[in-house]
């Protein structure tokens, strides 16, 4: 058995009038993400991290921006196709550890809800998903409301 890690790393700008995904759940807030699919920072980091521990590049190989086909793609579908390639490659996902950096909304209420919806799309538990949250003490872009970024590490295995 072959043991390997992964780290991701996402950001996306914050606008007024989008709406906010994070973790696969639409989290209410006044802004959401600005990007080519649903800009879900969290689950693209995710996807990254997973990638990134199988050698199999990264979500701009496998989902290029520039691709009709994923304009306001939900990324809960990227990440399961994600999924369905490492296990094709032999590979099972043992966690998911993951940061979220944002000054507002404050999103501790809705971390379980993303734990329940990402452990559904990996098809692990959700005793296997740790999501954490932080802000940046109105540091960066992230302190002053400009955008998110989320880091995930993973830890997976050859089958």
């Not at 944002?102 to 990996?122: D, H, T, W």
């Not at 109105?138 to 302190?143: I, M, N, Q, Y």
Request: proline residues 4%; contains cysteine; glycine residues 10%.
């Amino acid at each position: 058995m072959k043991i390997r890690t992964g780290i991701g790393y996402d950001v996306h700008r914050l606008e007024e009038g989008l709406p906010l995904w994070l973790g696969g759940i639409e989290v209410p807030h006044t802004k959401g993400l600005l990007g080519h699919s649903d800009a879900d920072v969290l689950i693209h980091a995710i996807c990254d991290a997973l990638l990134g521990a199988a050698a199999l590049g990264d979500i701009g190989k496998h989902f290029p921006d520039n691709d009709p086909a994923y304009k306001g793609i939900d990324s809960k579908i990227l990440l399961k196709e994600v999924c369905t390639l490492l296990k094709k490659n032999n590979y099972s996902i043992c966690n998911v550890d993951a940061i979220l950096c944002m000054q507002k909304p404050k999103v501790a209420p809705y971390i379980q809800k993303m734990r329940e919806c990402l452990s559904q799309v990996m098809e692990i538990a959700v005793g296997d998903i740790s999501i954490k949250a932080t802000t940046t003490e109105r540091l960066g872009f992230e302190g002053r409301e400009e955008g998110i970024s989320a880091i995930a590490n993973v830890l997976i295995t050859s089958n």
